[in-house]
Every structure is written in C-alpha cells, then in structure tokens.
C-alpha cells in the first residue's frame, strides 16, 4: 500500500535462485482496505526485487491509491537502482536513483495535475541501502540476531531504524521471529506517514513476512500474508 508497506513486504535471507512470488492482505478495523505483492529474483551477481500494492474495496472509493516499486542490489545487499512510483487520485510522486561507490544520484519528479515539479541531487553514498534492499537486509540480521548497522536512503534523506524485542514464537505450529521497529523518523507523509511502533512477525522457515501490525496516521493497520 506504500513505500514502507514496501519495507515489510520484501522477502528476505535464504535466496533461492529463482523467481518467487508472495502476496498480502492489508485491514484497516474490520475492511480489507489493500493487496500487495512481492516478488524477487536472485542470479550470483545480484537480487532484482519488484512490490505492487493498491487499495481495494471502500478505500479504493474514497482514495484511489497505487504504489509500485523494482530495485537492484548486489548480493551484499550493496544498491545499485532503485525505483518508486506512487499515485493518490490525481497526485503523482515519482522516485528513481542510481547508486555507485561513492554517490548516489536522486531524482524525484512530482506531478499535481498539470504540474510538474523535478527535484535531482548528488549525494554521498555513505554505504546506504534503499528501501527494498533495506527489507532483504533487515529480514538476513533479524533472522541472524545481527544488529543493523546500513541506513536506509529515502527521499533525499538517510535513517537509522534498528529492530528492538527479538523472540521466537509459535503461531498456529508456525515457528516465527517478533521483532518491534520504530520508522516514526522516516518522513513519508499524508496518511500512510508512521506514528508508532511497528509490529513483525517474520516466517523463521521460509524467510519472509507471516504478519504486521503497524501504526500509520489512520490508526492500526493489519498485514497477513495470503494462504499461510
């Protein structure tokens, strides 16, 4: 449903080399408000992983929303592109950057009906990691009671977002890991913008999301991964 619902939806750690494929329900109170889908594909060299999401149902009425999201990293984890493109009725907001060893290279395009705004910058690559590529990272050091030590790289900013409360758990005979982050610094805006902390339970065979509880500006808002 958003970028960081692009954050939790991006598999992660054990990678197999192939194409794989996993999608979510999203609930606000008792609706189902939002589908998002996560794929990824890994080679020797390097992890392409695209994410979907738009709103269904009562939601889609009242704000038709669509966000769409590809990049590419190394197999370290180390960014190489990075794309987003999201879309609120007649709002457009597009992100697009390269990455080399030293820079990284920010374009942000946003449109408002018939106008059109560009934003591009050169920064420091100061071994950042775009949002994507932050989840698969994320999901490796939880999985591997790692501290994280990358910042993420998000419109023209970098954040720091450790993982806090690791435990084991069991959920319906699954094994699972529960972990709490708090992304309220992450400056993302309008509904879906953070405001407290942020529940995952993370698949502990099968490394990927199995569930969420987070917090955004609308209130609590519930991720179940679909026929788990």
């Not at 738009?54 to 999201?69: C, M, N, P, S």
């Not at 690559?125 to 994320?138: E, G, H, V, W």
């Not at 309008?190 to 509880?213: M, S, V």
Request: hydrophobic share 40%.
């Amino acid at each position: 449903m958003r970028y960081l619902l692009i954050f939790l939806l991006t598999l992660g750690v054990v990678f197999a080399k192939e194409l794989q494929k996993d999608c979510y329900q999203i609930s606000y109170l008792f609706f189902n408000v939002a589908r998002s889908c996560i794929s990824y594909e890994t080679t020797d060299k390097n992890i392409k992983t695209a994410v979907s999401a738009y709103t269904v149902g009562f939601l889609k009425l009242l704000k038709d929303i669509k966000y769409e999201g590809k990049a590419i990293s190394d197999i370290r984890f180390n960014s190489e592109k990075f794309y987003f493109f999201k879309k609120e009725k007649s709002f457009i907001e597009i992100h697009d950057y390269f990455f080399d060893k030293n820079w990284i290279y920010f374009k942000k395009v946003i449109i408002k009906g018939a106008n059109e705004k560009v934003i591009k910058k050169k920064i420091e690559n100061k071994n950042f990691t775009d949002p994507l590529t932050a989840t698969l990272y994320y999901y490796k050091q939880i999985l591997n009671n790692k501290p994280i030590e990358k910042r993420i790289f998000f419109n023209g900013k970098d954040y720091y977002v450790p993982y806090e409360k690791r435990k084991k758990l069991q959920i319906n005979n699954k094994e699972v890991i529960y972990v709490e982050i708090n992304p309220t610094k992450i400056n993302i805006g309008g509904i879906l913008q953070p405001t407290g902390i942020w529940k995952l339970w993370i698949d502990a065979r099968k490394p990927r999301l199995y569930k969420a509880e987070i917090k955004i500006k609308v209130g609590t808002v519930k991720i179940v991964l679909e026929n788990n």
